[in-house]
């Protein structure tokens, strides 16, 4: 019996919804008490033998619950009922806040339960109460409400902050929900009675139904969210069914049951819209709820409010759903859904009208005036059809034939113009091809040289309309879209009509900023054509491209970028195939019901009889159809009849054109379908009813049919011998055949079928195979792959021969129609032909010479001319030998296929070795090659004969002069109209279309077949991807591109669907280096060489003998020293052979002649090379592991097999397959997924932003900030190079929790020595350093990550298919179970023994992971591979910090973090802080201090911060803020040694940065300015460094990326902790040299000496103790803010510290701030900072938008200020003019110049522009525009981040400047080199070392050679606090002027300017000068930037624009005449003027 659901509606009940065991129910109207509703649930037996009890949520309205529940009468009940009932009463209690009455109800029915299972739901009840219990505790006690704005529209709005507004609005709405009409909708199956919908909107965010289990934060009943939305005029209504598709709610967050989403407040200062609004209660709990429960609901309930997919029943067509929806009035009568709206005149005019601003687009000349253009210069304008790629990129396609292009590149948004997809447009030519990217000094464009990128293609921008193809007369279209990668206010069509679209969402503006990205506005179109809110959605972001939306364009005015939308319903996709079967047909518009029109018509048709009048009788011959098995719409038969010695064979079509009269309402439909859609295992969307194309015009077997007969006669030979005869007829089919009975008659197997039809069917296979042997040659013996694994795709290699019969008759026909009408004159001119236009000769001259010799190899191609001589392609060897030498290429073939080929030949099988060797699939090169001929091919098209030549209506894939469609009118249009045709031929009547009205036509089915091209190719994806996603496969990939970016590789078993080639960027591979391409010009191949940096581990211990011995080779290397890392090269070709060009040929030749049983002699393979592995690996045969870091290296090149797994991801709503995998070496692979992905693999998406909100506790922004630092987390740890690969680790599993939140916990054990070995830590310890009790309790992170990969075998099922399917060898049969992971746990076991123990290390699958393999649940558990991703020690300190924070003694980290009121400063610090002698530093002499006296603002800010817990002191660049950050650590100090004096105890100053740089600096600063009167300071860095500077064995195996820039001061050694403990005369500095010797030892020489894990373990304690015991003699310690969490550190100042100085804490994250200040309890805070320079850096973007880049600085300066914040508002760094423009962009004019400052002396060169020229005073800055190319980095390495960009133009550039330096006699140690990129650094840093070494003629002597090496190069980034005299910038990001936009929108200028773009950075790079500025980049391209826009107009209007980079830098003036002194203090510059200031 299904499920039954009921519902109750009481007065003050909306929804209660209940479940039992697997029965649901819900209440409904009619059934006003419980007691009713349980007394009917027993009367119909639902509730006997459930299972369990309430699976769903329960809502409350005052207190008529209550009493309902209280007066059912359980006596009545049986037992289990009974308690059941008091489960569900306890629930009801519990969500409504009686949790005292709920606890003693719950409490009391335990007692009585025996089933464990129901007695642990009881229990976990009871803990949900006590939790809740607890929770209302502390809320009460929590201080002041929550920030309203914050919790409006996000988390939680309680009773207590509802407006009056709010509640007068809620009222309103309870007193009319009852008496609404909810209006329903059915979309389940025929017949099926749709359940009412409940009263509200509902979504529980993260019950998303993809079939993968939810972790517990998602199952817990307090953890699921609601949004409840109404919209205007009615009562929102959607099911429960959108539970599993994330209707309008928020992100499930893992907050308590306070946090519910309003929705829709009512907006006081909005009068455009009015809206009802639901609330829901503040404690509303919901229970359980899985994905069968979210099924079972879709499927029982209705929605209006989303997209639905239909269930579809195969029993019922879309005919009869058509006609069953226009009787019901389910089916409108209007347009096809999804192609337009209406809006009345009012709405067309509000949003036509002119908006502000400038006009983004130009005016576009239009019909006739565009024409003009046209004829006006046929060079310079050009007829085009504009195709649209990205917003950003369009190709326009040439139309005109004269024109010598095909392609013209449209660069930019504004010149594509508001054109549509397919739109005919003209074109106006700017740039012509050949021009390179790269444009030399100054103006134009530079020769194309061998350095330089040259353009393929024109440039050019959209000057005219001619066309518009699509809705040309719609005014609002709809179209189906995905959401915007970074915008959720942007959408992107499916279709690509528009490039995007700007939908409303001025109500998530104004209200929600914070959720703008994830949070939509639908919007409704009223009856009047109104738009009108009807209500948000939230959007996952982890389903985020799974989405599909229907949104409307209102209008597109020129100064908007994008047309303007609504966003009407949405639709959840890529699932599975039905979900992404309904979005396929939305993007591709295909049709569904017929309208009224079409199925009054067919209604007629039907009851017409057959007229069988002037017809041939044919219903006695014996005719038959051949078709796949289930076929209805049969439209060919097929007759054979020999006569004589000839054979006529009949080609019988039905004949439609004579039973659909023309323009009947089924014609007229059949035209705007104009084709039939088909798809696997759906009903087909035909074309014609299917009442006609299943059934009248069907050729049903023995039923009458009228059919257009073509009757061929043949001789033995297969020679056409007679004139072909085309008859109407009428016949009678005598048997419907599939090709696999056709086959059988074939191969003479026993079919049950008529004997005399086999017999015809073999006569007719005799004359087609003839007839394909001329026609094709030796292409007919081609074998096409098909991979047995993917049953989803059609398979015809098993009826082949079935297949090519029928494929030959209808080409036959169809030719023959195409002649027939030809020779008519009179319907030549309006014949509709199929035309295939051919690639150029020059194209196939291309292809040749790319490809090579083996294009003569590939058997699909074999015939084909490809020279205007008629040179055919041919495996015949003399032809092959007669090839170019230089092209001579060894065939690649598959390891296993070769052996398997050679077999088969040596035994004589030579039907098995054809199937083989003529697959030109399983051969990579052949593969390559067919795949790039069909690439060149374009698509058939349909064109009108009139107006076209000869070779434009040849047909070059079937090598015919024309032809035409007509065999198959029951799903094509273009037959019915030739069918037509040839009616009116026969009848000698008058064609009813002129040529320009099949023009029409053509372009009309042309298009609808496209879409249906694309459709089918989609549907075959969508199956196949769905395959990959139950069972994820290894395929066989073959390389087809490389180059520095990535590897481009083909599928040869997914050749049938659009996803064959698949594209790996280097980016997501895990290499370590820059990939080097290499060109070999003469074979025009490249090769491009990758290097992995690896540790991979095996626990057995061991490597294949073949690998150590070509290791130990390698180490004993001459040419290699002794700590150089090992390089070794995998071999490219493992999975491969090569056997020479010429053998291959004979086989083919022998093949090909020779009979079977032949045994052939098999050639030998080309050998290979020994110098190459196949395996990686750490270890060494005898156990040990090496102590050198390995580079594997592996070569690609084309034609290359790689193995790669494929699984499946959602894609635009759509299943896509993805390479989840690379196998690199025959042990070792690449993960891709948490490469790519790393949230979803490793962890989850946050959805609660923390910016511009309070906390109000502990819980709340633990909840904020915890998944946030767990994204970033996830980033870095994928993004690491740190990653240990371990094999062979025994790994055992078990579920746990219930089944609808199954987790699934794992456990492993390491022997800790194997990991102390390989220095293979776990939570950031080392085996050595975990302790037996070191156990992680609290779960609320994860120690580290680890990727888990389970080699098995496919399942039974696919296995069974590839041994059946006679080619096992060419596919893998085993696949890799990849999951990802959390460690939770880690236990050092039996440390004491002599092995030193074990690690036990447990952790949980990812929610994303799929489900394990039976064999891990194994009690002995599997060997496994397994990858450990480690966190970094930042983050992981950041989240313990989180966790500290409970502590409720962190007074004032927890004030600060809550929003709280800062606690008052203690009495004695406060007394002493405010004295004047504690406000400045005093000098006594010269040697105690050189810091100035305090301006006002800096003094100001000393009192501030001497007398409050608080102080946040902003500094601009030059204001002094790090002397006042000095001087506060001088008087704090000073306060300090006070109270110590006073008894008060020794207090300890922590001054900390975000970077090691920072704290460098201040540490200088303290020894330079403070000299004896600096107090006691201690600079400590962390471990990194001090390994680094003291090496310890095995170090140089951790991971080297991130530590680019980790180096300790040189200069801070006498004050750097881990000197000072190794100093003579320090306790332990003895103990630790004796370490230190040895270890240098066995670092030096590995193979002799060792070191074991106890020698480190007391090394380290010996360090640590050392470290402690020091650090308690100082008053200040400086350290980053990282390690002011350090244990070592808290340790050693044993709770002395009292003050902590943050510097830079506007670099740093809120979280990694108060790290310093948790882990020491601070009491005293200072923060000093700009937010105006750097932000932090955050690698996870969607964290950064969520908050994380956010500093704790900029939110407490936006918070308290004037309160706890101070603004310097003098700076003393920079000149004047240098100042000027950043305090007028940066900080409004506040920032000014100190007095004395501005009387300094300033000394010029005459580089400088002089500015006003009255004053002629230098302006010390200027612009050199240069217009180079940048170069990108495509992978993370040493040199740069993946993407990071070079320019070397600029860097010569550079060069250039500071040898005009030089010559000026400056000393450049004075000078900086800046750029905003480290690629660009490394180029500059390359470049210097260059310029140094040059010995040429303009060597530098010794002093310049020295001089010039002290230029120092760095980021602008690594920068912020330094200074110096001279700062060169180079900006790097450059474009040609004609790819640079008018009028870039802001994604351009972020893709194309990338750093140049971000306000903090650039005012950083234009304040580190003192004296000069040089900045050098493309000034048109920096225009586009408003910030650099502005500098530009400054720069102009004063002289400071370089234009002509060749004159810059100017020849320096003569020298002064010698024995003239020149003044020392200039240092040697010529000549010194004092500033005079312009009026």
Not at 1621 to 1637: C, D, L, S, T, Y
Not at 1686 to 1714: F, H, R
Request: proline share 5%; net charge neutral; glycine share 6%.
């Amino acid at each position: 019996m299904p499920p039954v659901a009921y519902m109750i509606s009481t007065k003050s009940l909306p929804v209660l919804g209940i479940f039992i065991g697997d029965r649901r129910l819900a209440i409904m109207p009619g059934m006003s008490t419980v007691v009713e509703r349980m007394e009917r649930l027993w009367e119909m037996n639902v509730v006997v033998g459930a299972s369990s009890l309430v699976r769903e949520g329960l809502l409350r309205e005052e207190k008529d619950f209550h009493r309902a529940v209280m007066r059912v009468d359980t006596s009545r009940l049986p037992p289990f009922l009974a308690t059941r009932h008091a489960y569900v009463y306890a629930c009801l209690l519990n969500n409504c806040r009686e949790f005292a009455k709920a606890l003693t109800i719950a409490r009391d029915a335990v007692t009585g339960v025996t089933d464990p299972e129901e007695r642990r739901k009881f229990e976990q009840l009871i803990d949900e109460i006590n939790d809740a219990l607890e929770t209302a505790s502390q809320r009460r006690n929590s201080q002041g409400p929550a920030d309203p704005q914050w919790l409006e529209g996000t988390y939680a709005l309680t009773n207590q902050s509802r407006t009056e507004a709010q509640e007068a609005a809620r009222q309103s709405y309870l007193a009319q929900a009852k008496h609404r009409r909810v209006r329903t909708v059915s979309v389940g199956r025929r017949g099926r009675t749709p359940s009412p919908a409940p009263l509200s909107h509902q979504s529980a965010q993260g019950t998303l139904g993809d079939g993968r289990n939810r972790s517990s934060s998602f199952c817990h009943p307090s953890n699921v969210n609601f949004s409840l939305y109404t919209q205007p005029a009615r009562v929102s209504t959607c099911s429960a069914g959108d539970l599993s598709r994330g209707a309008s709610g928020p992100t499930a967050s893992p907050s308590s049951c306070e946090n519910i989403l309003y929705g829709s407040d009512l907006d006081d200062d909005s009068d455009d819209y009015e809206e009802d609004v639901y609330y829901a209660d503040e404690e509303v709990r919901f229970h359980h709820l899985d994905d069968q429960d979210i099924e079972y609901i879709a499927k029982e309930s209705s929605t209006v409010e989303m997209l639905t997919v239909e269930d579809e029943d195969e029993a019922q067509n879309w005919f009869e759903k058509s006609e069953e929806g226009l009787q019901n009035g389910e089916i409108e009568e209007r347009e096809e859904e999804g192609e337009r709206i209406e809006l009345s005149e009012q709405q067309k005019e509000y949003f036509n009208k002119g908006g502000r601003g400038y006009v983004f687009y130009p005016a576009l000349f239009l019909n006739a005036e565009a024409e003009h253009l046209l004829r006006s210069d046929r060079t310079k304008y050009v007829r085009c059809q504009i195709k649209i790629e990205r917003a950003h990129k369009s190709i326009a396609k040439v139309l005109d034939s004269k024109c010598k292009y095909t392609d013209i590149l449209i660069d930019g948004r504004s010149k594509a113009n508001q054109t549509f997809m397919d739109d005919e447009v003209v074109v106006e030519i700017t740039a012509e091809p050949g021009k390179t990217k790269s444009l030399k000094q100054g103006r134009g464009a530079g020769p194309a040289g061998p350095n330089n990128s040259v353009e393929k293609m024109p440039h050019g921008k959209v000057v005219g309309l001619l066309n518009r193809v699509n809705y040309s007369d719609v005014d609002h279209p709809v179209m189906f879209c995905t959401l915007d990668e970074k915008e959720g206010h942007l959408m992107k069509p499916l279709c690509k009509t528009v490039p995007k679209i700007h939908v409303l969402n001025d109500l998530v503006r104004k209200k929600f900023p914070a959720l703008k990205k994830n949070r939509i506005e639908l919007k409704t179109i009223s009856p009047d054509g109104e738009i009108v809110h009807k209500e948000f959605l939230n959007v996952q972001p982890d389903k985020r491209e799974q989405y599909v939306f229907k949104v409307a364009i209102l209008a597109w005015r020129p100064q908007n970028i994008y047309p303007l939308g609504a966003v009407l319903s949405w639709h959840i996709g890529g699932r599975d195939y039905a979900g992404g079967l309904r979005v396929l047909s939305m993007q591709q518009r295909v049709p569904r019901c017929y309208p009224r029109t079409a199925v009054e018509s067919t209604t007629l048709l039907l009851q017409q009889s057959l007229s069988k009048k002037d017809r041939l009788d044919l219903t006695k011959q014996r005719l038959f159809t051949i078709d796949p098995p289930g076929s209805k719409d049969l439209d060919d038969a097929v007759s054979i009849q020999k006569k004589g010695t000839h054979y006529v064979i009949g080609v019988h079509i039905a004949d439609v054109a004579a039973q659909v009269p023309k323009d009947s309402g089924v014609d007229q439909e059949a035209r705007k379908r104009a084709v039939t859609f088909y798809s696997l295992n759906r009903r087909p969307h035909a074309m014609l009813p299917e009442p006609l194309s299943h059934g009248k015009c069907s050729l049903l077997q023995d039923e009458e049919r009228l059919a257009l007969s073509v009757f061929l006669t043949f001789n033995e030979k297969g020679n056409q011998v007679k004139e072909p005869v085309i008859r109407k007829t009428v016949i009678r089919s005598l048997g419907q055949l599939t090709y696999a009975e056709a086959q059988k008659a074939i191969d003479e197997e026993h079919v049950d079928v008529d004997p005399l039809v086999q017999e015809d069917i073999r006569e007719l296979h005799k004359i087609t195979r003839i007839l394909k042997e001329m026609r094709q040659k030796n292409s007919m013996l081609f074998v096409p792959f098909e991979d047995p694994r993917l049953q989803e795709l059609e398979r015809i290699n098993e009826h082949i021969e079935a297949h090519s019969l029928i494929e030959e008759l209808m080409i036959l026909a169809n030719s023959t129609v195409a002649k027939y009408l030809t020779k008519l004159l009179r319907y030549r001119d309006v014949m509709l032909v199929r035309c295939h236009k051919a690639p150029t000769w020059e194209e196939l001259a291309e292809w040749r010479d790319t490809e090579g010799s083996v294009t003569n190899l590939v058997m699909q191609l074999q015939g084909k001319s490809v020279t205007p001589s008629g040179t055919q392609l041919s495996f015949n060897a003399n032809d092959i030998a007669a090839g170019a030498a230089q092209q001579r290429q060894n065939v690649v073939v598959q390891k296993e296929v070769w052996k398997q080929l050679c077999r088969y030949m040596e035994e004589g099988d030579m039907t098995e070795a054809r199937r083989l060797a003529f697959m030109d699939a399983l051969h990579p090169l052949q593969c390559l090659a067919n795949c790039r001929w069909m690439d060149l091919m374009e698509t058939a098209q349909y064109r009108c004969y009139s107006g076209l030549n000869g070779s434009e209506r040849r047909h070059f894939g079937l090598d015919l002069d024309v032809y035409t469609h007509f065999t198959s009118p029951i799903r094509r249009y273009a037959d019915v109209y030739i069918q037509r045709l040839l009616h009116a031929a026969l009848e000698s009547s008058a064609p009813d279309m002129n040529p320009d009205d099949v023009t029409t036509l053509c372009q009309h089915i042309n298009s609808a077949t496209s879409r249906q091209r694309v459709f089918e190719k989609g549907c075959k994806s969508l199956k196949v991807s769905e395959g990959l996603q139950r069972q994820p496969l290894v395929f066989r990939a073959y390389v087809d591109k490389v180059d520095d970016e990535q590897l481009t590789v083909c599928v040869p078993s997914l050749l049938k669907v659009p996803d064959r080639r698949q594209e790996l960027p280097f980016s997501m591979l895990g290499v370590s280096s820059q990939p080097e391409l290499v060109t070999d010009t003469a074979l025009r191949k490249d090769t491009v060489t990758v290097q992995w940096t690896k540790r991979i581990y095996d626990v057995s211990q061991t490597c294949p003998r073949s690998f150590m011995s070509h290791r130990k080779q390698l180490e004993k290397s001459k040419h290699r020293s002794a700590n150089a890392a090992i390089k070794m090269t995998l071999r490219p070709d493992m999975n491969s052979v090569a056997v020479k060009h010429q053998d291959w040929a004979t086989i083919l030749q022998t093949l090909t002649s020779s009979a079977e049983g032949f045994e052939m002699l098999v050639p030998e393979p080309v050998e290979r090379g020994q110098s190459e592995v196949e395996y990686m690996s750490s270890e060494k045969r005898d156990g040990s592991v090496s102590l050198l870091p390995l580079k594997f290296v592996r070569q690609y090149t084309r034609g290359q097999v790689v193995q790669i797994q494929m699984s499946a991801e959602p894609k635009k709503g759509m299943l896509q397959p993805r390479v989840e995998m690379l196998h690199t070496a025959r042990n070792a692979s690449v993960c891709t997924q948490h490469v790519t992905d790393p949230i979803q693999a490793l962890t989850h998406f946050a959805t609660r932003a923390t910016k511009g909100h309070n906390f109000s506790s502990y819980k709340d922004y633990q909840q904020a900030w915890m998944p946030l630092l767990e994204m970033e987390a996830a980033v870095g740890a994928a993004d690491g190079d740190g990653g240990v690969v371990i094999d062979n680790v025994t790994v055992t599993m078990k579920a746990q929790g219930p089944s609808n939140s199954l987790k699934y916990r794992g456990f492993f054990t390491l022997n800790a020595a194997f990991c102390y070995d390989r220095c293979i830590d776990f939570g950031g310890k080392s085996p050595s350093s975990i302790g037996k009790d070191e156990v992680k309790k609290d779960n609320s992170f994860p120690l580290d990550y680890l990727c888990l990969r389970y080699k098995m075998e496919c399942s039974d099922i696919i296995a069974s298919r590839v041994q059946s399917s006679g080619i096992p060898e060419t596919v893998d049969k085993q696949f890799t179970w990849l999951a990802h992971a959390s460690v939770v746990d880690v236990i050092h076991r039996g440390r004491k023994s002599e092995d030193g123990g074990e690690l036990v290390v447990t952790f949980v699958l990812s929610p994303s992971s799929p489900r394990p393999p039976s064999q891990l649940m194994a009690k002995d558990g599997v060997k496994l591979t397994l990858e450990v991703l480690p966190k970094s020690d930042v983050d992981r300190r950041a989240q313990q910090m989180l966790i500290q924070l409970k502590d409720t003694d962190f007074e004032l980290a927890r004030a600060i973090a809550f929003g709280r009121q800062i606690p008052k400063l203690e009495h004695d610090h406060k007394r002493l802080g405010m004295k004047d002698e504690n406000h400045e530093v005093y000098a006594e002499s010269s040697t105690e201090s050189s810091l100035d006296r305090n301006n006002t603002r800096q003094l100001e800010a000393i009192k501030l911060a001497m007398t409050k817990s608080l102080a946040v002191i902003q500094g601009p660049p030059g204001t002094g803020k790090t002397n006042v950050g000095i001087k506060l650590v001088y008087l704090f100090s000073k306060v300090n040694r006070q109270l110590q004096e006073e008894g008060k105890g020794k207090k300890t100053v922590l001054y900390c940065g975000p970077s090691n740089k920072s704290v460098d600096l201040v540490a200088r600063g303290l020894l330079r300015k403070l000299g004896d009167k600096c107090p006691k300071i201690v600079r400590m860095y962390g471990s990194s460094i001090e390994d680094k500077d003291y090496p310890v064995p095995r170090g140089n195996l951790r991971s080297k990326r991130g530590m680019r820039d980790l180096t300790s001061d040189p200069n801070l050694e006498d004050v750097s902790l881990h000197h000072l403990i190794r100093r003579e005369g320090k306790p332990k500095a003895k103990e630790i040299a004796v370490f230190q010797r040895y270890f240098e030892k066995c670092n030096t020489m590995p193979d002799m000496y060792s070191v074991n894990s106890k020698q480190l373990k007391k090394y380290r304690k010996l360090v640590y103790d050392a470290s402690v015991e020091e650090l308690s003699h100082y008053e200040v310690v400086l350290a980053t803010c990282a390690v002011g969490g350090n244990n070592k550190l808290t340790s050693g100042t044993q709770g002395t510290v009292y003050q902590v100085i943050i510097d830079e804490c506007a670099m740093c994250p809120e979280p990694a701030s108060l790290v310093p200040v948790v882990a020491n309890n601070a009491k005293q805070l200072v923060l000093i900072g700009d937010h105006k320079q750097l932000r932090p850096i955050i690698q996870c973007g969607a964290a950064a938008d969520l908050g994380l880049d956010q500093s704790l600085f900029e939110r407490l300066h936006d918070k308290f200020y004037n309160l706890h914040t101070k603004f310097l508002d003098t700076q003393y760094r920079m000149h004047p003019q240098i100042c000027a423009f950043p305090s007028q962009e940066f900080y409004e004019n506040q920032l000014k110049t100190g007095p004395s400052f501005r009387r300094k002396v300033w000394y010029h060169m005459n580089c400088w522009p002089k500015y006003p020229p009255e004053f002629q005073n230098p302006i010390p800055h200027v612009l050199v525009d240069i217009r180079g190319e940048e170069e990108t980095l495509t992978v993370n390495t040493e040199e740069g981040n993946e993407r990071s960009k070079s320019n070397s133009m600029e860097a010569e550039k550079v060069i250039e400047i500071l040898i005009y330096l030089r010559k000026c006699r400056v000393e450049l140690s004075s000078v900086k080199v800046l750029t905003q990129y480290n690629a660009q650094r490394h180029l500059l840093e390359t470049k210097l070392k260059a310029a140094i070494q040059n010995n040429g003629e303009n060597a530098f002597n010794h002093y310049d050679r020295v001089n010039m090496q002290n230029v120092s190069v760095s980021t602008v980034v690594s920068s912020q606090g330094g200074e110096w005299d001279y700062v060169i910038l180079s900006t790097v990001r450059s474009l040609p002027g004609y790819m640079i936009e008018p009028n870039p929108t802001h994604g351009w200028c972020i893709q194309n300017l990338g750093f140049i773009t971000d306000r903090n950075q650039v005012n950083v790079a234009l304040t580190r000068a003192r004296k000069g500025l040089f900045v050098i980049g493309n000034a048109q391209l920096l225009r586009c930037d408003e910030v650099w826009k502005h500098l530009l107009e400054r720069y102009e209007r004063m002289g400071c624009l370089i234009q002509d980079a060749s004159t810059f830098p100017p020849p320096l003036p003569p020298r002064p005449k010698k024995g003239r002194r020149v003044q020392n203090n200039a240092r040697d510059e010529w000549q010194n003027v004092e500033i005079s200031r312009p009026n």
